[in-house]
């Protein structure tokens, strides 16, 4: 890897050869002196499993955004070409997250703006109407969730949003496993420093303690 103002020396001249912009330049120029890097690991998603739902490895997907010139696009964008692609929409966001990981665009847990986020998941041995309700009754959040919430928005049994303990930005996600088995997800986002993106997911996993109790 070339010292940092060797490496602007080089994207300089290559910008005025070939008339890029900074960050295209700048990739091309690490291209060819990076060490090969396990994108999957990277990434947090293995290759076999990305192949098989979207048709591409990592290497191949990081081949063809580079192509695009993904590096200089917002995340909104990267995802938009992602899924005009042919890519479904859960690996839409894989994909489009994996990217930039790799490319050093944001760390694990991270959001472009710089913030984190913290994301913990339960699978609780109820149907998924007596999970979703845990949530949506407010007596019944108050006995394993002990702060004020406000609900911003909710789709029964699939997804809800709300704001807690002030201005936590927090969404949760519900799935059913059969008829007796259910799943919550949360994603706790604008989280300042990855420090308080752990302590968000410690602090989930003891409220979830506290709603097996309250399921039981």
Do not use: C
């Not at 695009?68 to 894989?94: C, D, N, Y």
């Not at 994909?95 to 930039?100: D, I």
């Not at 041995?125 to 006995?143: G, K, M, S």
């Not at 706790?188 to 996993?205: E, F, G, I, V």
């Amino acid at each position: 890897m070339p010292k940092q103002k060797d490496l602007k020396r080089l994207v300089r001249a290559r910008m005025q050869k070939t008339g890029e912009a900074y960050t295209a330049a700048r990739l091309q120029i690490l291209k060819k002196t990076e060490p090969r890097t396990n994108y999957a690991e990277v990434a947090g998603m293995s290759d076999a499993s990305l192949a098989n739902a979207t048709g591409r490895t990592w290497a191949e997907w990081v081949r063809v955004l580079d192509e695009g010139r993904a590096m200089e696009k917002p995340h909104r964008e990267i995802a938009t070409f992602v899924s005009s692609l042919g890519t479904p929409s859960w690996w839409t966001q894989m994909v489009a997250v994996g990217y930039e990981r790799i490319r050093g665009l944001r760390a694990r847990g991270q959001q472009r703006s710089g913030l984190y986020e913290a994301g913990k998941s339960r699978t609780f041995n109820v149907p998924i109407d007596a999970l979703y309700a845990a949530f949506a009754n407010a007596r019944t959040r108050q006995r394993w969730l002990k702060t004020k919430v406000t609900v911003r928005s909710a789709s029964p049994q699939k997804r809800m949003r709300f704001t807690w303990d002030g201005n936590a930005d927090v969404e949760v996600a519900f799935m059913a496993k059969g008829d007796a088995k259910s799943v919550v997800t949360f994603t706790q986002r604008k989280l300042p420093t990855k420090a308080a993106a752990d302590a968000a997911k410690t602090a989930w996993a003891d409220h979830l303690d506290r709603l097996s109790d309250v399921l039981r």
